[in-house]
């Protein structure tokens, strides 16, 4: 009989990871993957469109979570995700990244103990076994690290990881970072970069949108503009030195920015929206979906963000990233990829040097090659002790 296999998304970038995953489980025989939606984020542009562009049904399950406070998150999450466990008995749980709910569907998981059911039922899936008597766990995207507990994310991952029971990470770092945390060693399997499974999954999609052409640009004319974290635009003085700093280099390259909803409605509340909107060589535009966002990447000459995603995407594309952000959880990126990280008071230096790297000098991580779902599916095999013959069939 098959075995059910939660897929624990909350947000955007989780669905951009399990796409993968979904798709490679539906191949096997064995494997009836099940797509579990937290409502942790409503997001306008997580529309049939973005599911039609990923080939993913709707949600299997969706708990209808909502907006609240990181306790009020996690606390709603837990209690919805019990009953779900409780009323349908997967025999796998795969969280990812480090939002909340991917906490909190960990602690409903590891935290639950399968009531006996009458011998007359037969509903699959049976818990894994008689002495655990819950589903397993499994992280996808483990191990990373930014070492600034500042940060809420950083809580999730260190919470998720130290519960997991399988941890699947995305480079040589992930496992050092888990190894000195004292995981054991048997939890831990580098599987590489799930999001470059998607990237390569939707690149004919990406390539056919064309989006540097609907805005004059030719490829490697211009630099993209993404920014959205607290630390960057929350602050007035840290906003307004950014402003500046755009409108400088500006001056030497063509920028396009799309603005996330929470950067705009800061900059019209300090006031920097009409001025920063009037410069020159400067174009803001409405955030922009995936396909058409990642269009704007693969035409880039350069990308500045604070996004965790994009310092990924731009390290397997060669494309120069400057990251603004004083630490990153992807250090990968920055000591094999294009990316560097850099304060708002050096970003314009920082821009006259990357643009000089060439792509000899850039160098894709090991494993991050768009075959991370099918390295999964293996472990997830073993993990449910199947046989297992794999080849490659990814870059």
């Not at 296999?5 to 099940?34: G, S």
């Not at 969706?62 to 209690?79: C, N, P, R, Y």
């Not at 919470?159 to 939890?187: C, M, Q």
């Not at 006031?271 to 035409?299: A, I, R």
């Amino acid at each position: 009989m098959k075995k059910l296999i939660h897929l624990i998304a909350a947000a955007r970038p989780n669905f951009m990871k399990i796409a993968p995953l979904y798709h490679a489980l539906c191949k096997e025989t064995w494997a009836k993957p099940e797509i579990v939606h937290t409502g942790q984020h409503y997001d306008a542009n997580m529309s049939d469109t973005f599911f039609r562009d990923l080939e993913l049904p709707p949600p299997h399950h969706h708990l209808g979570i909502g907006s609240g406070s990181h306790a009020e998150q996690t606390g709603k999450v837990m209690t919805a995700y019990e009953r779900l466990l409780e009323a349908t008995r997967p025999s796998l749980v795969v969280v990812v990244g480090d939002v909340n709910s991917t906490m909190a569907c960990t602690l409903a998981t590891v935290k639950i103990k399968y009531a006996e059911k009458a011998t007359n039922q037969s509903e699959e899936p049976q818990p894994i076994s008689s002495s655990l008597q819950r589903p397993l766990v499994a992280h996808l995207e483990a191990g990373l690290r930014s070492f600034d507990r500042t940060m809420p994310e950083e809580i999730n991952r260190i919470v998720t990881d130290s519960l997991a029971d399988i941890l699947w990470t995305p480079s040589a770092d992930g496992d050092e970072n888990l190894a000195r945390e004292g995981i054991a060693v048997d939890k831990i399997v580098r599987v590489g970069n799930i999001m470059i499974d998607s990237l390569e999954m939707m690149r004919p999609k990406i390539e056919a949108t064309n989006m540097p052409k609907q805005y004059g640009f030719k490829d490697g004319s211009y630099g993209l503009v993404t920014l959205h974290r607290p630390s960057n635009v929350d602050d007035q003085g840290q906003l307004e030195a950014i402003c500046a700093a755009l409108k400088k280099i500006s001056q030497r390259m063509s920028l396009i920015f799309p603005v996330h909803p929470r950067t705009r409605k800061q900059l019209e509340h300090f006031d920097f929206w009409h001025n920063l909107k009037q410069t020159p060589n400067l174009t803001l535009s409405e955030p922009l979906p995936y396909l058409q966002f990642m269009s704007l990447v693969f035409g880039s000459r350069l990308v500045i963000t604070d996004s965790g995603g994009v310092q990924e995407e731009t390290t397997y594309l060669g494309i120069p990233c400057l990251t603004l952000r004083a630490n990153t959880e992807r250090p990968i990126t920055v000591s094999e990829g294009t990316n560097r990280l850099c304060s708002v008071t050096t970003l314009a230096q920082h821009v006259g040097e990357v643009t000089t790297i060439t792509k000899n000098q850039r160098k894709k991580p090991l494993m991050w090659d768009g075959c991370t779902a099918e390295r999964v599916v293996v472990s997830i095999r073993d993990i449910l002790h199947l046989q297992v013959e794999f080849t490659p069939s990814g870059n």
